[in-house]
């Protein structure tokens, strides 16, 4: 194969690692993002119960104050009730009495109600809270992760970059201005291989005297439809065992 169609088949393969590494680098505060909405989402659904439960004491707090008010009238009733001289205010009074009762067994189931709630939105607190310290631990440990991996992308960037600088060195500044230039045209993929009479990128057919040229792998030959450089992968001789 020749020197530069070799040298180059590699720094495309350095220029496809280069480019892994930046997009994988670039995506990293997509990721970053990405975890913190995770948290987010699990601190807002704890601020949501504990909102939940404040407004669940504040009402619970206002069903004993108006409990606490009707049992202070309850006794006021008991205690005029003696004083009563007709059977027209006895009769009043106790429809009164009773009217306070029912209001007092309707706060109590409300209270009740309140009380049962409140059991329930502490587990439910108790859940969330044990989500979120969950999430706040796999974050964490993805956080981790990707710091790792950052630095280890960021040493490879720069040893994938530093090899092809010396690859560059020992190509043909021909052959590498052809690779340039289609490379810039194609989204960075400036070599192809040539099998079965096909371009195996654009999927066009060779014309058989262009994919001849190709096979022999001692110069550079393009694509007439893409324009990518050609490169041809023999393939490999099977060897029969010889039989004793």
């Known amino acids: 194969m020749h020197p530069d169609l070799e040298s180059l088949i590699h720094l495309q393969e350095l220029d496809l690692a280069l480019d892994r590494q930046r997009r994988r680098i670039a995506d990293m505060p997509v990721v970053q993002a990405a975890l913190d909405a995770r948290l987010d989402e699990r601190q807002r659904a704890v601020e949501g119960v504990r909102a939940r439960i404040a407004a669940s004491q504040a009402a619970r707090r206002d069903i004993e104050r108006d409990l606490a008010a009707v049992q202070a009238r309850l006794s006021k009733f008991k205690n005029q009730l003696m004083e009563v001289k007709t059977n027209r205010e006895y009769q009043a009074m106790q ?134 450089i050609l490169y041809f992968v023999p393939t490999p001789s099977v060897v029969t065992p010889q039989q004793s």
Do not use: W, Y
């Open 95 to 228: 429809k009164e009495m009773s009217m306070a009762e029912q209001e007092i067994s309707d706060q109590e189931t409300r209270l009740l109600e309140r009380m049962e709630e409140s059991d329930a939105l502490a587990a439910e607190l108790k859940a969330a809270d044990e989500a979120l310290q969950l999430e706040q631990r796999e974050v964490e440990r993805t956080r981790q992760a990707l710091d790792i991996e950052r630095e280890a992308l960021s040493r490879e960037l720069d040893e994938t970059t530093r090899e092809r600088h010396g690859l560059t060195s020992r190509i043909s500044s021909e052959a590498l201005a052809i690779f340039d230039r289609v490379a810039h045209g194609r989204k960075g993929v400036a070599m192809a291989e040539a099998k079965e009479g096909l371009c195996t990128v654009c999927h066009v057919r060779l014309r058989p005297q262009v994919f001849n040229d190709a096979r022999r792998n001692d110069g550079i030959i393009q694509c007439e439809s893409c324009s990518r």
